[in-house]
């Protein structure tokens, strides 16, 4: 896989990728790293300027000699990265870094500059553009839970809704596996072993059939963490519509600090099983979460549903909305444009999984409530950026 020279820059300087397991080296954190991007920028410069043979860059970065050093010592491993990079190719194992367009958006949006610079992953990509929810719970969920779980999981299939979970024990694998068995899909994200997670017959088996992705924001031979277990909850409730929490433990464990961080940060819409039984569900509940009990309605319906206490898809209120009762917000003209820039940003996975076989703008325009010539405009959008087409009458997911 050939990479750009930006995307070759997080890699060499993020990842340990080609660094001896007995090296002092280390790579940037991601403080770091944001460090080294702001100073690029001030000094209008792109990442790719550190293959440059003059070092001046690091002059107008104000770097000490130590920071020199370390800086040269991790760019001129690239022969040993090459090298690493072709045996993890071989293996299955890729990467995707924040300068690529397959770069998963919701991350990039969400979490900012808390995103990851570099992702490896293993399976079919294009799964993190998907519309989905996140399912999260105990390693030791009971019976009840389990059951719950896999109606859960089959309402979702149901409505063509992929899962993001976390590949743990307990609630994690049960969600994963009854997606994959209904013939939905899954996104997952590990916190250790990538490499020995696709040595599994069935995971290869997923793989090959394109309806498993694998991601890890660490190296793909690494063990597991408390640590990386808990950092790589963000990335399962940012990549999803709403995350739903089956049972979670009181004010202790993944579970509990994943909900509350997505609920804190609004990461997600956050919605909590209202079982009376689980007394971490209810404190949630307390804490912010949105308390949830299966249906008849729909989950789409449920993820996209305005909350007082869920702001995400409240975006819209900048929008033109048909009701003329709704206000255009009188903001300035630039600030306007990337409102509507980030909203657009925000829901255009939508527009492209609701249009799938081809839809009219009209029953478009009438099915998310906005003005024609506003989604003519985010219809041309995605043209141009080649998700959907525009044929006999009707725009068409490509």
Not at 151 to 174: H, M, P
Not at 354 to 363: A, F, K, N, Q, V
Request: glycine fraction near 6%; charged fraction near 25%.
């Amino acid at each position: 896989m050939a990479y750009s020279q930006n995307s070759m820059c997080a890699i060499l300087l993020c990842s340990y990728v080609g660094i001896d397991k007995n090296s002092s080296l280390k790579p940037l954190s991601i403080g770091e790293w944001n460090t080294f991007l702001d100073g690029i920028i001030h000094i209008k410069a792109e990442p790719s300027i550190i293959f440059s043979t003059d070092n001046s860059w690091m002059e107008k970065m104000n770097y000490s000699n130590q920071q020199k050093e370390r800086m040269i010592e991790l760019i001129s491993r690239g022969a040993s990265v090459a090298f690493e990079l072709e045996e993890l190719e071989k293996k299955g194992v890729n990467i995707v870094s924040l300068f690529d367009s397959d770069y998963p958006i919701l991350i990039r949006k969400k979490l900012k500059k808390k995103a990851p610079p570099i992702l490896f992953y293993a399976g079919n990509l294009e799964l993190a553009k998907k519309i989905g929810i996140a399912i999260v719970g105990s390693r030791n969920v009971d019976d009840e839970g389990i059951e719950f779980t896999k109606k859960l999981v089959q309402k979702a299939a149901n409505e063509k809704l992929i899962i993001y979970s976390g590949g743990a024990r307990g609630v994690d694998t049960i969600s994963e596996m009854t997606a994959l068995h209904s013939g939905s899909a899954v996104v997952s994200f590990l916190s250790d072993s990538l490499l020995s997670r696709i040595k599994k017959q069935e995971v290869i088996k997923y793989i090959i059939a394109g309806t498993l992705l694998l991601f890890s924001d660490v190296k793909p031979d690494v063990g597991f963490t408390a640590a990386r277990a808990m950092n790589r909850n963000k990335y399962i409730y940012a990549s999803a519509y709403g995350a739903f929490v089956i049972e979670s433990d009181y004010n202790k464990g993944g579970t509990w600090n994943g909900a509350i961080e997505s609920i804190k940060n609004d990461y997600t819409k956050t919605l909590i099983w209202n079982n009376k039984k689980y007394n971490g569900n209810l404190k949630l509940i307390e804490n912010g979460g949105i308390p949830y009990e299966m249906t008849e309605e729909s989950i789409y319906s449920i993820i996209t549903k305005k909350e007082q206490n869920f702001e995400q898809l409240d975006l819209f209120s900048d929008c033109v909305y048909k009701n003329d009762t709704v206000k255009i917000n009188k903001a300035k003209d630039d600030e306007k444009k990337n409102c509507k820039n980030d909203i657009y940003n925000m829901i255009k996975m939508f527009l492209v999984e609701y249009i799938g076989s081809g839809r009219s703008l009209e029953e478009i325009s009438n099915n998310f409530d906005i003005l024609d010539s506003q989604m003519y405009i985010w219809l041309e959008h995605l043209c141009k950026e080649k998700f959907v087409k525009f044929d006999k009458g009707a725009y068409k997911r490509i």
